[in-house]
T-cell receptor
């Protein structure tokens, strides 16, 4: 099992450009979470999906952010247009929807470090 | 409004000594608590957890204590080793809808000095 795979690992882009972050879930997992890590706020939940359906997107900072799950194993997080304050590390994690309580059933990817200049 | 708070952004401990990382929460609906460990350039990995029906859970050098009345939990690492140097995230879990959502604290950078 290759784990949760995120791409790219690093992204440097100019303000105003569109950025797309990608995530491949672990086979058999059906919940997908996008988190953003910043120094000030730690790990913030942006959005999560269950069985490809967005359940809660209240953490998405602005309309510039959008996320999709076109199929059960893949998700994208898009920022358009990007701004310098979007610079952060973005993680996705997958789990079983009714994961055994407290096993830490979330598996995180290695993250995408986004820098918007 | 942060529901899970780690008020110490950093902690330094001598090798062999005890490391104590603290976490406070505000939501009484949280029923499970977890600690994750994160090395640079890697995603967080699960370390240890505790159910709200318990007050202590131990796994080797790691012990998590839960004080429900104070809405406080702590992670003890004894003895601390240089390889324990990492960012530690406290997380709390509640069953909402159809997924067990995790809420994380802001993390504590632990440095274990040789």
């Amino acid at each position: 099992d290759a784990g949760v795979i995120q791409s790219p690992r690093h992204e440097v882009t100019e303000m105003g450009q569109e950025v797309t972050l990608r995530c491949k879930l672990i086979s058999g997992h059906n919940s997908l979470f996008w988190y953003r890590q910043t120094m000030m706020r730690g790990l913030e939940l942006l959005i999560y999906f269950n069985n490809n359906v967005p359940i809660d997107d209240s953490g998405m900072p602005e309309d510039r952010f959008s996320a999709k799950m076109p199929n059960a194993s893949f998700s994208t997080l898009k920022i358009q247009p990007s701004e310098p304050r979007d610079s952060a590390v973005y993680f996705c994690a997958s789990s079983l929807a009714y994961g055994e309580q407290g096993t830490g059933g979330y598996t995180f990817g290695s993250g995408t470090r986004l820098t918007v200049v | 409004d942060q529901q899970v708070k780690q008020n110490s952004p950093s902690l330094s401990v001598q090798e062999g000594r005890i490391s104590i990382l603290n976490c406070d929460y505000t939501n009484s609906m949280f029923d499970y608590f977890l600690w994750y460990k994160k090395y640079p350039a890697e995603g967080p990995t699960f370390l240890i957890s505790i159910s709200s029906i318990k007050d202590k859970n131990e796994d080797g050098r790691f012990t998590v204590f839960l004080n429900k009345s104070a809405k406080h939990l702590s992670l003890h690492i004894v003895p601390s080793q240089p390889g324990d140097s990492a960012v530690y995230f406290c997380a709390a879990q509640t069953e909402e809808g159809s997924a067990r959502q995790l809420t994380f604290g802001s993390g504590t950078q632990l440095t274990v000095l040789p």
